[in-house]
């Protein structure tokens, strides 16, 4: 980008994260604009933030605090059991929560479920840090519907519903319906997690979201984190099962190396301010 | 406003939150636009956030969030105390802390030390809901320099730094000496806390605070908290004293009204992500 006066690149991108309330982001470069078959895909150099995908305008990842989200979406719900060995991710086409689950020896399947193969080309040639384990054995990566590669899912252990906002293609990813299937899915003692949204901006959507789980499961549980680039910068994640989950034996000796998640945060992740603990009253 | 084409105002708050990031907000009207004797203060009515004050053009406090930043700043460290009786916050000047403090049955006094009187005059006119508490007997209002004041005060069991960000007039609040005048006014059980920023975006200040307050303190600990109109989301908050601090047994049966602090998160609130840990080791 040329400079500006002020010897600083003037070329900024900002997601409108509501009609009202937006995140400006100064970037040095434009590094992929296209249109893919399901959506709007945009790699930019941020200042702050470094490298960002964005899909439709919102913010997916960026390389500087990716890690939040792809830790506390994959170790949570891994660390509730002892051995899972078999774990879905639905969406998540840059590959982030592949790397953080094949992080935990007794993984030997990690099925990444992307309905938009540019997705992941994208993730490969502009994010290889977050990208890295797709290239994994144990990795297996389907471009697919996500609900109905499900339908025909059977025996996982863990399903992360890692999706876009739920908007367009990714709506059927919020539903009770798609719950159910998932509940089919899993093995007696499995674990749903999806990604839901701000807490602060999006009750309703949470609302939702929960009762449409408590269709399928009789133990639906709400954590959060912290996500700097994602709307009021505080995300919140659903976990349902069909048994109370505590986190494993294994988790207090872990060595696995994450620069989120840690053992005490797999419970205090749960303990919620007030006006979260009220939404899933 | 006068309404775009959308139906919807077409002006917009935005801060610049660093010289890359920039926080937009859809807006109603500007209730005040002054220039004080100390900053530029600003009121303007959001969309999203509802009533907004901003000085020097960063965001103080918004109607919709402002009893997070309010909550978790008082009473964390009023409720390490079996009973607060006396407690001071410099800054602060919307009243919010203070509405909080009053609260706990055992306070005595709370003082608030505002160096800026047209802050608290504007608090008084636009968020009555903020600065409610200030005409409690128990309330005393200074219209001092913190620095000073404190110089003064003795037999504080709380002081509370409510400052705005590190430039102009409030860097001395971030500084090794002040952190000794403060020791010096508090009780032997006293309890300093600070505001002290984002851990996404200001870690060489984090570090910076932790270093001076440990020249005056024995125990310096930090916790946080998710502020959706801060730099980030997520902010916190570094807590000193010459003890070590744990939940006074009236914690748990507490019947204080909150919408973001609960007992459990008196504990929680200290469990950190990795690398925030990292940042205090």
Chains 1, 2 share one sequence.
Not at 47 to 52: A, D, I, M, S
Not at 163 to 190: E, K, M, N, R, W
Request: hydrophobic share 40%; proline share 5%; aromatic share 10%.
């Amino acid at each position: 980008m040329v400079l500006g006066r002020t010897g600083k690149s003037e070329t900024w991108f900002t997601e409108y994260q509501t009609d009202s309330l937006s995140l400006g982001l100064r970037i040095h470069s434009v590094l992929q604009s296209k249109t893919t078959g399901f959506q709007e895909l945009l790699v930019v150099e941020t200042e702050t933030y470094g490298r960002l995908l964005a899909l439709d305008g919102a913010v997916q990842t960026t390389a500087r605090d990716e890690y939040v989200y792809h830790e506390m979406i994959t170790h949570v719900p891994l660390f509730m059991l002892d051995a899972p060995k078999k774990v879905a991710v639905i969406g998540g086409g840059d590959g982030g929560a592949i790397r953080e689950i094949l992080k935990h020896p007794t993984v030997e399947e990690a099925h990444l479920v992307e309905i938009d193969a540019e997705v992941v080309d994208t993730a490969r040639q502009y994010f290889p840090e977050i990208s890295v384990a797709l290239g994994d054995p144990r990795a297996h990566v389907h471009y697919a519907d996500g609900i109905e590669w499900v339908k025909n899912a059977r025996d996982l252990d863990v399903i992360i519903v890692d999706s876009t906002d739920p908007v367009g293609a990714a709506q059927g990813l919020f539903q009770a319906q798609f719950y159910q299937t998932i509940a089919g899915a899993l093995t007696q003692d499995g674990i749903l997690v999806a990604q839901s949204e701000s807490p602060f901006l999006h009750q309703d959507l949470i609302r939702q979201m929960r009762d449409g789980m408590r269709t399928a499961f009789s133990e639906v549980r709400l954590y959060c984190a912290a996500i700097p680039t994602y709307p009021s910068g505080f995300w919140s994640f659903l976990m349902a099962s069909n048994h109370p989950t505590a986190p494993s034996a294994r988790t207090m000796g872990t060595n696995i190396e994450t620069r989120y998640w840690t053992p005490d945060l797999q419970t205090a992740a749960f303990v919620l301010p007030r006006f979260v603990e009220e939404l899933m009253a």
